[in-house]
């Protein structure tokens, strides 16, 4: 019976990643249009695709608006999820470690550093806190341990 119990959890928990990252790149797309972002296109990261040069962003030539994912490629866990907007880094970046915990979090208003940036170790704990007003820092800057 236990060894059913295994295989059974073996069997579910790709479903269960799976879902849990389109329930993320949903609450992502929507927080992105709560920060009146005008991002429409969602786009997974492919390096033909996507070109970045001194700060803009094209996709097909084009400056891109939206939001871009990329995916691991055996397990499609979720690496990034970055927003931009004319070309520039607009919204909130999330990046993520192997196992789906958040990494990191960043703020940007058209290119530049401004709001929360906040930073986790592999564990969960808190690695760094600062906070950026047009691409300066802004009031105190931790770090941990």
């Known amino acids: 019976m236990l060894i059913r119990t295994l295989m059974e959890v073996d069997f579910l ?5 799976l879902l849990s990252n389109l ?3 949903l ?9 009146n972002s005008d991002s ?3 786009i997974i990261y492919q390096d033909s695709t996507i ?3 001194k700060g803009l962003v094209t996709y097909n030539g084009s400056p891109f608006t939206g939001t871009l994912l990329k995916l691991q490629e055996n397990s499609n ?29 960043r703020e940007y208003i058209m290119g530049k550093k401004d709001g929360k940036h906040t ?10 806190d600062y906070k950026l007003k047009e691409d300066l820092y802004d009031g105190n800057q931790r770090n941990w341990n």
């Open 23 to 25: 329930l993320l790149i």
């Open 40 to 42: 429409s296109l969602v």
């Open 51 to 53: 070109k970045s040069e």
């Open 77 to 105: 866990d979720t690496i990034f999820v970055r927003n931009y907007s004319e070309g520039l880094k607009n919204g909130i970046f999330k990046k993520f470690y192997v196992n789906n915990l958040l990494q990191e979090k």
């Open 119 to 128: 930073g986790y170790w592999d564990n969960g704990k808190l690695a760094f």
């Open 13 to 17: 928990e790709r479903p269960v990643r």
């Open 27 to 35: 609450q992502l797309v929507c927080s992105c249009k709560s920060l």
